[in-house]
């Protein structure tokens, strides 16, 4: 079941530039290099947060959140739920403006702690569901 209410969603979708998803590889058959493509489409710079630190479509990869040395809007969590706190919990140190939990990843403690430190939190869901069920229009004008 989702988390995150529409004002949320549609300000992250519409209102952020810089989105760092964390399990973004070079390989494309996974989903994370799917939105990362679709998330670039919309305008987005899509930084990519992976152990090993890919360069994909041009933009630097990091090792972890830490490691970015500027300013991100949105961390966008392509891992297990199991392995999702850290991360959050992550975001939340680096000072991140929100945190995005994708479809299937579900973490209710880690949102919390999100929410606690004023962090707003969207979990379960996609931006290419989300744009699309808010009539966005994608890639914004």
């Known amino acids: 079941m989702r988390h995150g209410d529409d004002e949320?969603?549609?300000?992250?979708?519409?209102?952020t530039e810089v989105w760092a998803v964390v399990g973004l590889s070079t390989n494309t058959a996974r989903t994370a290099y799917a939105i990362g493509e679709y998330l670039r489409r919309?305008?987005?710079?899509?930084?990519?947060?992976?152990?090993?630190?890919?360069?994909?479509?041009?933009?630097r990869g990091y090792a972890t959140l830490g490691d970015i040395p500027f300013p991100v809007d949105v961390v966008d969590v392509f891992v297990r739920s199991e392995l999702a706190g850290p991360v959050v919990d992550e975001a939340i140190k680096v000072g991140a403006k929100a945190v995005w939990l994708q479809l299937g990843v579900r973490d209710e403690a880690a949102a919390r702690r999100a929410e606690d430190a004023g962090v707003p939190i969207v979990m379960?869901?996609?931006?290419?569901?989300?744009?699309?069920?808010?009539?966005?229009?994608?890639?914004?004008r």
């Open 124 to 140: 379960d869901t996609c931006p290419a569901i989300e744009a699309p069920r808010l009539a966005l229009s994608w890639p914004p």
């Open 42 to 59: 919309g305008g987005k710079r899509v930084i990519p947060v992976h152990p090993t630190a890919p360069t994909i479509a041009g933009e």
């Open 8 to 15: 949320t969603i549609r300000h992250l979708l519409t209102d």
